[in-house]
């Protein structure tokens, strides 16, 4: 009935036998809506995984559609929520998990102060007495039963052995009624084991049957589902984490090289434009030489360092025209340090000398 239910509500809508006027009032529920279960939409509610245990939940106070799972799982938006929901259904497995921790950890220690139970204390005097004097008389009636077979009285022989079987009838009763009453006295308690998935306590070295319906019954299943949920979850944050310490150290290694590359991009720059200050200074150096030379035509240079009076040295000049001409470039020199100029007078306009 209730897959019946579920298909009609896919196929016409849960609104399908309402009247009209409870139709104005009614809602539509979606995935996304408070009232819609988170656990159950990404993964399982564990409400669902131990009724009729000894850890049941009780109901789930939300609402478990199939259809608005499948909703939920065409939607657009399902990458976006996974998270979000998974970490809430997480937080709600650990606090399960925790509990259960607690009881499997009290359980150890009652496991623990468990003491070994003591052998079964020996027979009684009486009952040991007892014993004696029936094994007694058994080795007695053997021997009798002997010395008559030796003397060919068989009949007397056989009957002799019917009492020795019924002595060792009435021993064999003695013996086991000593062990049975020392059962009784000490019953021995059988050894105990714990589950560590469920916490629930087992007979050690049970059958193989008991052992396999624990296995796969409601509490253990449910909490193997809960523990294997948060182990999952919590190596996919560790991988997420893991990523993106990478991301950052690759990125600040991007960053480093970068920086690196900027400062050797701006040294090359600085080393340029030093280079390009030292040429500029080298050449203002020879422009000024070069005005230099045109101020003062009797003191212009040429390349080859030939000096003239009136074109300074000239390359092909002789070695004696070039020594007068050193010696009139001195006299001039001297004759200039000696004007009155020097001495605050007004400098008198020199003659122009043409050579």
Known sequence: MDAQRALLDELMGSARNLTEDERRGFKEVKWDDKEVCAYYMVRFCPHDLFVNTRSDLGPCSKIHEAKL?????????????????????????????????????????????????????????EKSEQLSVLEEKIKNLLEQVESLGEAGKVDEAEALMRKVEMLNVEKTALTQQSLQNSALMIAPEKKMALCETCGSFLVANDAAERTQSHVTGKQHVGYGMVRDFLSEFKAAKEKAREEERLAREKEAEERKKLREKEHDSRRRRSDSSDRDKHKDRDHDREQDRYRGRDRDPDRSLDRNGSFDRGSGWKHGTSRNGRNRSRERYRERVRSRSRSPIRHGSKRPRSPVHKY
Not at 76 to 105: G, I, N, Q, T
Request: net charge neutral.
């Open 69 to 125: 799972k499948e909703s939920f799982e065409k939607s657009p938006r399902h990458d976006s929520y996974v998270p979000k929901f998974e970490a809430e259904l997480a937080h709600f497995c650990e606090k399960l998990v925790m509990d259960l921790d607690k009881k499997v950890r009290r359980g150890r220690e009652r496991l623990a102060q468990e003491v070994e139970v003591p052998p079964p204390p020996p027979i009684s005097a």
